[in-house]
C-alpha cells in the first residue's frame, strides 16, 4: 500500500458518524493493519483534564496509536474551528512528513468540514453585537435567538438546539453583518475542492440501538467518576459559566453538584442531550454525499477493502 506520490494530493482518511457509533475503537483496530497516526475531530476532547465527559480514548487506545488534537488548550481557553483547521493542518503536513496517513475520527462535521476545505469567508465577530443578543435570550428565554434564527436562516437553525449559542449566536452575527444566511456560505463552500484526496467513511447504526448505547454510556461514565471529574475542575477554579463546561454531561453535573438536580435527574437529561444532538450530528453527515456509510460492528473487511481501492487508485 502507498502514501502516494508526494506531488499529488497528499490522501486523508476520515472516519465520522454519531456519538457511541463505535469510531474510536474502529479507528484504533484500523490502526493495526495500516501506516496511519489519528487526528481527533471532537471539539471537546481538546480540553485538557476532561476525560469521561468527553468520552476520549483511554490509556491503552492513546498508546497503541499516535494521536493528535487531544488535550491541546485548558477549560478555560477559548478554542475555535480556526483553530482546529490551523493545528490540525499542521499535524496532517508532519503526518506526511513521517509517510504516514493521517486518520481523521470524530463527530464534529464542522471541524471535519474546516480541516478538509478550509473556513468559509464571513465576517469577523462583533462583540457589541453578541452581547446584545445574549442578552436578548436572557430576557426573553431559552429558544428566543434559535426562534430568531428560524425566520432568518431555517437550515442553519434546524442543526442547532436551543442551548447551542455559540453557534445560532454566530448564524445570526453572520445574517446581521453581512446579509447572507451562513448555512448559504457553507453551501457554496462545500462545493470547493480539497487540497487532499479523500475517503470519507461514516459509522451509523439501528437508531434505537445507537439510543441504547448512549444512554448505556452515560452510567458508564458516572461509573468511571464523572462527577469526581466536574467537581476536581471546580476545585480547580474553572467557572462553570465557561464554554467546555456548559457542554452535555457537565452543565448537568454542576447542577447536581449545586444541589439544583438529583442525580437521576442529571442523568436523565444527559441521556436525553445527548440522543437529540446525535441525532443533529447525522443531519449534519447526512447532507454529506461522498460519505460511505458503514456498520462498523460487521463490516471491518469491508472497510479494509474500500481502504486499499482507495489507496490504490491513487
Same mark, same amino acid.
Given at each position: 500500500m502507498s502514501c502516494g506520490d508526494k506531488h499529488k494530493r497528499p490522501p486523508v482518511l476520515v472516519l465520522c458518524g454519531p456519538t457511541a457509533s463505535g469510531k474510536t475503537g474502529l479507528a484504533v483496530r484500523l490502526a493495526k493493519h495500516l501506516p496511519v497516526e489519528i487526528v481527533s475531530a471532537d471539539s471537546r476532547q481538546v480540553y485538557r483534564?476532561?476525560?469521561i465527559g468527553t468520552a476520549k480514548p483511554s490509556p491503552e487506545e492513546l498508546s497503541a496509536v499516535p494521536h493528535h488534537l487531544i488535550d491541546v488548550?485548558?477549560?478555560?481557553?477559548n478554542f475555535t474551528a480556526g483553530d482546529f483547521c490551523r493545528l490540525g493542518r499542521d499535524a496532517l503536513f508532519d503526518i506526511r512528513k513521517r509517510? +504516514?496517513?493521517?486518520?481523521?475520527?470524530?463527530?464534529t462535521g464542522l471541524y471535519i468540514q474546516a480541516l478538509l476545505y478550509g473556513l468559509v469567508d464571513v465576517p469577523a465577530g462583533d462583540a457589541d453585537l453578541r452581547s446584545l443578543l445574549l442578552r436578548e435570550?436572557?430576557?426573553k428565554g431559552e429558544g428566543a435567538l434559535l426562534r430568531r434564527?428560524?425566520?432568518?436562516?431555517?437550515?442553519?437553525?434546524?442543526?442547532?438546539?436551543?442551548?447551542?449559542?455559540?453557534?445560532?449566536? +454566530?448564524?445570526?452575527?453572520v445574517y446581521e453583518?453581512?446579509?447572507?444566511?451562513?448555512?448559504d456560505v457553507q453551501a457554496e463552500h462545500a462545493g470547493q475542492g480539497s487540497p487532499y484526496r479523500v475517503i470519507t467513511l461514516g459509522l451509523n447504526m439501528d437508531r434505537e440501538a445507537l439510543y441504547r448505547r448512549i444512554d448505556a454510556r452515560v452510567w458508564q461514565m458516572l461509573e468511571a467518576g464523572l462527577v469526581q471529574e466536574v467537581e476536581s475542575l471546580l476545585r480547580k477554579g474553572y467557572s462553570p459559566s465557561c464554554k467546555a463546561l456548559q457542554t452535555i454531561g457537565y452543565r448537568e453535573i454542576i447542577q447536581f453538584?449545586?444541589?439544583?438536580?438529583?442525580?437521576?435527574?442529571?442523568?436523565?437529561?444527559?441521556?436525553?442531550?445527548?440522543?437529540r444532538y446525535a441525532k443533529r450530528q447525522l443531519t449534519w453527515f447526512n447532507k454529506v454525499k461522498s460519505i460511505i456509510w458503514l456498520d462498523s460492528f460487521g463490516e471491518f473487511a469491508k472497510i479494509l477493502k474500500l481502504i486499499d481501492s482507495f489507496f490504490n487508485a491513487a
Open positions: 483534564q476532561m476525560d488548550v485548558d477549560p478555560a481557553e509517510e +504516514r496517513v493521517p486518520l481523521v475520527v470524530g463527530g435570550e436572557q430576557e434564527l428560524q425566520s432568518v436562516d431555517p437550515i442553519l437553525a434546524a442543526r442547532l438546539a436551543p442551548g447551542d449559542l455559540v453557534r445560532i449566536v +454566530r448564524g445570526l452575527e453583518l453581512s446579509g447572507r444566511r451562513l448555512s453538584i449545586h444541589g439544583n438536580l438529583s442525580l437521576e435527574e442529571a442523568v436523565r437529561l444527559i441521556q436525553r442531550d445527548t440522543r
